[in-house]
């Protein structure tokens, strides 16, 4: 029996709220915690936030928000206290650090500098090719190639998140893919006629590309208007959108703000289709997988990162939504091709199994234990 792991997941963004990253780093707490490991969470707590009441999580310094040109809001730390962090490793004598996002200035190498332990960083995001991510880049690639020379072993969700890290290093990079609890999703086994609703799940905000999902779906209403489409989430672009959609008079759209998960999943089983337009900065979706373990067939804009979770039958689902045409057509096949539907269904459910959380769990696990070994 292997020994029992002293793992330390270093988290660089807002712990307090909802994010791919955050999501994946509490069901690696759970799922070794109940394997009997022992598993902090280390993140710097928010300018004006109040820490959790969570033995599991350690608070190191402060954090502030910044607004980054990848289109998204990140935090960067700005306090520390290095005495803090030297008892916090010296009592824990962790086996492994776990560090997600390490390219985020600065708690990564606040740790590294520091850590006895094996030191693995996980990278999630997609930066975006665009001018002004070439500027970033000139940024954040000293201080990056910094980081790597403390890490021991390197991860990424996909190959769109691993594509920036290959200019910077020479080591194997392993891709172990986001996951999702899918106990927690019901598949649709049946499906019913007619279809009426199209459902958007993400932040509102201008690469998300919801305007284009508004204007496709003006077509659509035009020929039948007992299609609603449910936008679900918040962000810097929802007045913007709500404005779009009464000056184009669709009143079956209903913005209904961030919900909850248990909300998020009946809103899942009762829709007919997922819609995700995405146009730039995604390097996997989660919000692809929950649709596929809820048996939804899915219209997805044509990125690398989608591109990389919806292969094989799933590239169907993907477009460039900026071609209305093409967009309002596959939305279209996907909500009234019964055969389309039924052949996509059964791709998903053979498909999703590979993205449980505990299958998950146990990749990165594995590979904690071959570093171990390695070293």
Known sequence: MSKKLKIALICPYDIFKKGGVQTLIFNLKDNYKKQGHQVKIITP???????????????????????????????????????????????????????????????????????????????????????????????????????????DGLTAVSNSAKEYLTSLS??????????????????????????????????LESRKGVKYLIDAYSEIYKNNQNIELIIVGDGPSRVRLEIQAKILGLDKIKFIGAVDDDVKIDLLKSSDLLCSPAIFGESFGIVLLEGLASGLPIVAADNSGYRDVLNGVG??????????????????????QTEVRQLYRQWAQDYIVNFDNQLIADQYLKYYYSLLQQR
């Open 45 to 151: 707590l928010i300018r004006g936030g109040k820490s959790l009441n969570d033995d599991d999580i350690i608070f190191i310094g402060r954090s502030r928000d910044f607004n980054s040109p990848l289109h998204t809001t990140v935090q960067i730390s700005a306090s520390v206290d290095y005495d803090f962090i030297n008892s916090i490793l010296e009592e824990n004598q962790f086996d492994i650090i776990h560090l997600h996002e390490p390219w985020v200035p600065f708690i990564s190498r606040q740790i590294l500098v520091r850590s006895q332990a094996v030191n693995i960083g996980t990278f999630h995001a997609k930066i975006p090719e665009r001018v002004i991510s070439r500027t970033l880049v000139k940024v954040v690639n000293p201080y990056l190639k910094s980081v790597l020379d403390y890490l």
């Open 170 to 203: 020479s080591q194997d990079i392993k891709i172990i893919p986001n996951g999702i609890e899918l106990k927690n999703f019901t598949f649709k086994q049946v499906d019913q006629q007619p279809h009426h609703r199209i459902l958007y799940i993400g932040r």
């Open 315 to 336: 590239s169907l689902s993907l477009v460039n939504v900026k071609d209305k045409t093409a967009f309002v057509r596959l939305l279209n096949i996907f909500l009234n």
